[in-house]
């Protein structure tokens, strides 16, 4: 632990000192590499290191926070706390963690997700795995003729949390990921194709692979045209089933359904998705970029069934929406920024199959005999978490007599995102994160395909 543990007891101290009845330190450093490459040369590269450290206090019913990145004005940042908690409104449910952090003898063990390859990569290191990325996209066909965004970064992060209730525990993490732009030509005729790779360890990331799927998902789509209306079976890639995936996130957030932003308030016990389906957030999945021991509260993450057998079992928790829910937080308190106090995030948010059968892509597209294979959705933020409405744009390739076809574009999918996930007929094998939100691709019923 690199972090002065004796800073955040002094700054504590200093808190309570000056009338808070509860307080919290918080403090994050974050170190970065990430290199560009572009035409096999150094497009950018940006290096970084940032430290900063929040007070959250509580006096009364009434919270406040505050934030620095300097360590020197900790008595200030303490005094501006409990000025902004005087100006903030009372709620009985403010609260912090009352238990100790990695201490806690339930704690599970601490995950792995510090790889020391990662913080020793220099900005000429990270620019030769961008460049490898983009050389194996390149090199993958001759009608790939250029390369958008290579980007290859690599993170070091080290939290530190302390609060006067004994919570009080660090821990360091590593990340890396690399994300590349394909673009494919023939003819008067260039389609696009992205792909994207991350984890904890450098050798979760394998950054060939990311450039020539790239390319393949641009080759495919070369010569695409439109399709007639249709109601047919739809295979969602993998990519493509996380992005809709994302938004149960926000439904399953308490925060969200506290607010009324959720179209499951109040449907916990009922059946809202197909029975076969399984939506987890696991906080300890082995080198996933969303793994951490605990929160950015200090409370111990772990394995959530939100959605179990297609039953919605219960929703994501911080401290605050636990105990405005009379409940237990889920350790889903996380800070976007140190300038931010802690809302419900998930950690790693994926679906599975219940019964846990997975199948492979091409038997996912020979059982759905005829439809499309969606590889790209466009307006996918457009889908009302209220209602789950949704009208996307999508492209991928016909599937025919239970094989891939030729290449379509301009369709569009509509419906309800709860209908649409009561109609998974298969799940694939070929589960995937994007960031800390995963799914393997997945087979659904007939929808409804306009042109």
Known sequence: MRID????????????????????????????VSAESKGGALEAVKTSRDF????????????????????????????????????????PFFTLPSFSGPAEKNIPPTPEIYDRLIEEITPEL???????????????????????????????????????????????STSASAQLMAVAEEGKESQMGWDFMGGCFLSDVRFEQVGRQAAQKALMMLGAGRTSPMKALVVLDSGVAAEFLGVFASMLSAESVQKGKSMLKGRTGQSVIHKNLDIIDDGLLSHALGTRPFDDEGVPAGRKVLIEGGVLKGYMHNSYTAAKDGTKSTGNGLKPSISSPPVVEPLNFFLGAHDGRNFGRDELISRAGKGIYVIE????????PVSGEFSVGISGLLIENGKLSRPVKEAIISGNILDLFGKVEAVGNDLRFYGQTGSPSILIGAVDISA
Request: with cysteine; charged share 25%; aromatic share 8%.
């Open 5 to 32: 543990t004796e800073f955040a007891s002094l700054a504590l101290k200093e808190a309570i000192g000056l009338g808070a009845e509860k307080a919290e330190i918080f403090i994050r450093v974050r170190k970065g």
């Open 52 to 91: 900063g450290y929040s007070v959250r206090v509580i006096k009364g019913s009434r919270s406040g926070f505050s934030y620095s990145t300097r360590q020197e004005d900790f008595r200030d940042v303490a005094r501006d706390a409990i000025g902004a908690a005087a100006y903030t409104e009372e709620d």
């Open 126 to 172: 990270a620019f030769q795995k961008a460049l490898s990325m983009e050389r194996s996209a390149m090199e993958s066909d001759g009608r790939i003729k250029l390369v958008r965004g290579c980007t290859a970064s690599f993170n070091t992060e080290e939290v530190f949390i302390v609060n006067s209730n004994g919570v009080s525990g660090g821990f360091e």
């Open 377 to 384: 959705a466009m307006g996918m933020h457009t889908i009302n």
